[in-house]
């Protein structure tokens, strides 16, 4: 059983401008259409956020006139077999981190296995994923080429992982 989509985040009185960056699931549509085209969408854990992510994500962004970056909760990452302690953040914390990336000008979240879901909300001009990911095996790709997108996967600059990292911290103690 999938557990509850987290609340939406609840912007305190005196919020950092970034949180306005953070949409829930069911406002998608209308936060989507005040975004300027073309648009491009990535997803991810995004769990502990390293160079590799904030490069990738950099240039993703470069590719189009928005980025939208959608976050597996907490649930689906666990979900996806990256071991019991993962997240290590809670999503409602790496929202907050991927939403104020200067990159990144809406980021929400899916329960699903995949965001497909999500990707066809968004009808994506470019999806991208890491270089971890061959373009093939891209979620939503057909969908978004046969739409008339276009699908890349963008090579690392910079060979990192979360848990490359967790194993490093763990190594140390």
């Known amino acids: 059983m999938l557990e509850p989509l987290p609340s939406p985040p609840r912007p ?23 975004l300027p085209r073309p648009l491009v969408f990535t997803n991810g854990c995004f769990d502990i956020l390293h160079r590799g992510h904030v490069t990738c994500l950099a240039r993703a962004r470069a590719l189009g006139a928005a980025l939208v970056v959608a976050l597996n909760t907490d649930a689906s990452v666990r979900r996806l077999g990256k071991g019991e302690a993962r997240p290590v953040n809670a999503l409602e914390d790496r929202l907050a981190v991927i939403a104020a990336l200067e990159s990144v000008s809406l980021v929400t979240w899916f329960d699903e296995d ?11 001009d470019v999806l991208v994923k890491g270089g971890d990911w061959a373009v093939a095996d891209i979620v939503g790709g057909a969908e ?11 090579p690392f600059e ?15 103690h």
């Not at 995949?114 to 994506?124: E, F, G, K, S, Y």
């Not at 978004?144 to 963008?154: E, K």
């Open 12 to 34: 305190a009185m005196n919020a950092p401008a970034f949180e306005a960056k953070i949409c829930p699931p069911d406002t998608l549509d209308a936060r989507l259409a005040a």
């Open 114 to 124: 995949t965001p497909l879901n999500t990707i066809l909300a968004c009808r994506p």
């Open 144 to 154: 978004v080429t046969a739409a008339g997108g276009r699908v890349l996967a963008i």
């Open 158 to 172: 910079h060979e990192r992982s979360t848990t490359g990292l967790i194993a490093r911290i763990q190594a140390a």
